[in-house]
């Protein structure tokens, strides 16, 4: 079992759409939780923080199942430029090194 | 502010050279440095991680003989691909941890990458 994984994709979503991935993690010891974008042959850049509370940031709502070990993320109103690959990321516990997810690829059309 | 420079952005090199990939941490000191590789359509795989001042901690399977990691300093940390084959060709990344610097700047920062082409 992979120690993070991804719901497969690609997610073909119209324009204003919402849609959910989610993710699931193996090391019940890990501690931080991500969520970054990556679009094609660029480097990842962090779309936002996974905290215990759940957090917003606009349209995008991230959650964290400590108990079931899996995080979400929820884009409501989805726009051509959100199509990219959405990876999921978690901190292996007990330090800094951390583990990507496959990721999910995103494809909002007009 | 937190940015990463990487270069070289891509290489092509023969079969049987080496090539160095650095990244500078531009506006902040980075104690921590994490090299990974991606091959196409999969996700990044982290390949060792680099403490300024001592070696670098390798992952099960990566050849640490093969891929050198050296930082030297707390702004610069370099990936030498030694004998590089045309299996390694792939995109390198180096990414530093930033600590929790804020909601929005928690995490890492990544370098753009580097494609290297063995042929």
């Known amino acids: 079992r992979k120690e993070v994984e991804q719901d497969p994709g690609p997610f073909n979503v119209p324009e204003g759409a919402t849609v959910a991935f989610n993710c699931t993690y193996s090391n019940s010891a890990s501690q931080s939780f991500f969520w970054y974008r990556q679009d094609c042959r660029k480097e990842p850049k962090l779309l936002m923080s996974?905290?215990?509370s759940g957090n917003e940031d606009g349209r995008f709502t991230a959650q964290l199942n400590r108990a079931s070990q899996y995080i979400s993320l929820l884009i409501r109103d989805s726009k051509l430029s959100d199509s990219a690959t959405y990876l999921c990321v978690v901190n292996r516990g007990g330090g800094f090194k951390t583990i990507f997810g496959a990721g999910t690829r995103l494809f909002v059309k007009a | 502010g937190a940015v990463v420079s990487q270069h070289p952005s891509w290489v092509i090199c023969k079969s049987g050279t080496s090539v160095k990939i650095e990244c500078r941490s531009l506006?902040?000191?980075?104690?921590?440095m994490f090299w990974y590789r991606q091959f196409p359509k999969q996700s990044l795989m982290l390949m060792a991680t680099?403490?300024?001042?001592?070696?670098?901690?390798?992952e099960q399977g990566v050849e640490k003989d093969k891929f050198l990691i050296n930082h030297a300093s707390l702004t610069l940390s370099t990936l030498t691909v030694t004998s590089a084959h045309p299996e390694d060709s792939s995109f390198y990344i180096c990414s530093a941890y930033l600590g929790d610097l804020g909601a929005r700047q928690y995490g890492y920062t990544f370098g753009s990458g580097t494609r290297l082409t063995v042929v």
């Open positions: 996974v905290y215990s």
């Open positions: 680099s403490n300024e001042g001592s070696k670098a901690t390798y």
């Open positions: 506006d902040f000191q980075a104690t921590t």
